[in-house]
Structure formats: C-alpha cells, structure tokens
C-alpha cells in the first residue's frame, strides 16, 4: 500500500478541502446553501481522510521492511563473525513460480541439511535463489552446498554460493 498512490490521494484532499476554504472565505457563507457546501467538503474530507489513513498504512509497512532488513543485515554480520562453516546435502531444488519475467521464473527454491555443532540435523530453505546461478552450478539434489551457520541459533544460516548473497 505505500507508493505515490496514497500521497496523491491525500493530496488531492488536501487540495479540494483548501479550494473549499478558499471560495467560503471569498464567499463569507453569504449564498445561504448548506447543501452546497456539503456537496464539495465532504468528497474533499473523505478523500483527504482515506489518503491520510493509507499514507500512515504505507508508512508502517515501510518501517516493518526496515526492521526487517536490519535484522537480516545483523544476522549477516554476526555469521560473519562469530558463525560455523559447514557443509549442507541439498535435498530439493525447485523452480520458484512466484515471481515471473517472460514466463519464467526468476527465483529457485533450494531446500538443505545441515548437521550444526551439537549433532543436531537442521532443515533450511532458501526461495530466492536466481535460477540462473542454479542452472549456471547445476545444482541437483544430492549436492553439497557450503553453508554458514550460527551456532546459538542454526536456524540463522545462509547458503554460500559464489554470486549469490542473501
């Protein structure tokens, strides 16, 4: 919902309502017609009222992405430093449809496991790996792939392919 969409709504609003206010101060409410104004202030105020609401709308999913890139920015940093290096078995690659261009998917799903540092067998996915980079490393199932892990929590991984990065 936030784009230029909802900005120009509650601009347009914004305008009708001041054009409003302009033409009642010039007109001092002398022409005796209530319904009149009814007729341009209210589309004025719900225009304004239903663009202002999306705008907020807007501006809380784009907060929601933020935290949810510095939080996947973190994880990065913190595998950097501190995370295991391991080897993962793929055990299914797909063709993620989601995303189309030309009919064709742009995106693969590679799904693996890994053992982490306590012996523990963990399952992770990934659906945003370009299928290029899969068709270019033939990637199959039964491959292994290097991955990098965080310790405390295996579920924090990421897959190290050259030319992809998370």
């Known amino acids: 919902m936030a784009g230029l969409g909802n900005d120009l709504l509650m601009m347009i609003g914004g305008f009708w309502l001041l054009i409003v206010l302009i033409l009642y101060l010039i007109d001092r409410g002398s022409s005796g017609e209530p ?4 007729i341009f202030v209210i ?3 719900l225009t304004f009222l239903v663009g202002f609401i999306l705008f907020l709308v807007g501006k809380a999913q784009i907060r929601g992405y933020q935290r949810k890139a510095e939080i996947i920015s973190d994880n990065r940093e913190r595998l ?3 995370g295991d290096r391991t080897v993962a078995r793929v055990t299914y690659v797909d063709k ?3 995303l189309l261009v030309n009919n064709a998917p742009v995106y693969s799903i ?3 496991q890994f053992t982490d540092y306590y012996g523990k067998l963990v399952t992770a996915k990934k659906l945003d790996v ?3 980079l899969v068709v270019r490393q ?3 199932v039964g491959d292994e792939v290097s991955v990098m892990y965080d310790r405390k929590n295996p579920a924090v991984n990421q897959l190290l392919l050259q ?3 998370e």
Do not use: A, D, K, V
């Open 96 to 98: 993620n449809y989601g």
């Open 138 to 140: 033939q990637i199959t």
């Open 130 to 132: 370009p299928s290029e």
């Open 43 to 45: 589309p004025g105020l």
């Open 35 to 38: 319904l009149l104004w009814l």
């Open 80 to 82: 950097e430093r501190q």
């Open 110 to 112: 590679i799904e693996y």
């Open 163 to 165: 030319g992809y990065s």
